[in-house]
T-cell receptor, first 113, second 117 residues
Framework: NAGVTQTPKFQVLKTGQSMTLQCAQD?????MYWYRQDPGMGLRLIYY???????DKGEVPNGYNVSRLNKREFSLRLESAAPSQTSVYFC????????????FGPGTRLTVL | AQSVSQHNHHVILSEAASLELGCNYS??????LFWYVQYPGQHLQLLLK??????LVKGIKGFEAEFIKSKFSFNLRKPSVQWSDTAEYFC???????????????FGKGTKLSVKP
């Protein structure tokens, strides 16, 4: 039981390049989330998916897109990376709606030059 | 908009000292409350959670937190810290039913704890 896995662990991009961050969970959770973590800012929600087939914007969605490929997988895409997107990205999956405990992946450290 | 405040940005303690980290939230309705810990270079791990019932919640590694509804607070405590408790601690709130929330968590900005051996 791997929990929540993310690839890659590290990535360096040049401004304007695109990339997709992958996330998978094996806990049979319906909900999945993408956060970014910046120093002194805590975690901020980018996008979430309450169930397979649905996605919604979070607090900071600009510059990102997501795909809920199936119940296990939730990817985050940067179409044209900008230096402001340099951050650590965490994927999480959640146990429910009202009693929602979230489990986090190991993170992807992204640097945009 | 709902918010979570953690009052201390960086706390420095010596081993065996007692710890209390403050957390306040702004939502007036029913909430679920969490404390997560992030050790250096690692992902977030759940320390403890409150859904309902006894407002004094015990978590892993000797941590506990008390939910005080009248003060909108959920402070984290540990009687005696160890060097291995050095980490960043995040308070998070799920404001149940707020704006059609799908169990989304609102995180505080975190408190870094440094424990001197």
């Amino acid at each position: 039981n791997a929990g929540v896995t993310q690839t890659p662990k590290f990535q360096v991009l040049k401004t304007g390049q695109s990339m997709t961050l992958q996330c998978a969970q094996d806990m049979n959770h319906n909900s999945m989330y993408w956060y970014r973590q910046d120093p002194g800012m805590g975690l901020r929600l980018i996008y979430y998916s309450a169930s397979e087939g649905t996605t919604d914007k979070g607090e900071v969605p600009n510059g990102y897109n997501v795909s809920r490929l199936n119940k296990r997988e939730f990817s985050l895409r940067l179409e044209s990376a900008a230096p402001s997107q340099t951050s650590v990205y965490f994927c999480a999956s959640g146990t429910g709606v009202y009693y929602n405990e979230q489990f986090f992946g190991p993170g992807t450290r992204l640097t945009v030059l | 908009a709902q918010s979570v405040s953690q009052h201390n940005h960086h706390v420095i303690l010596s081993e065996a000292a007692s710890l209390e980290l403050g957390c306040n939230y702004s939502y007036g309705g029913t909430v679920n409350l969490f404390w997560y810990v992030q050790y250096p270079g690692q992902h977030l791990q759940l320390l403890l959670k409150y859904f309902s019932g006894d407002p004094l919640v015990k978590g892993i590694k000797g941590f506990e937190a008390e939910f005080i509804k009248s003060k909108f607070s959920f402070n984290l405590r540990k009687p005696s810290v160890q060097w291995s408790d050095t980490a960043e601690y995040f308070c998070a709130v799920n404001a149940r039913g707020y704006g059609g929330s799908q169990g989304n968590l609102i995180f505080g900005k975190g408190t870094k704890l440094s424990v001197k051996p």
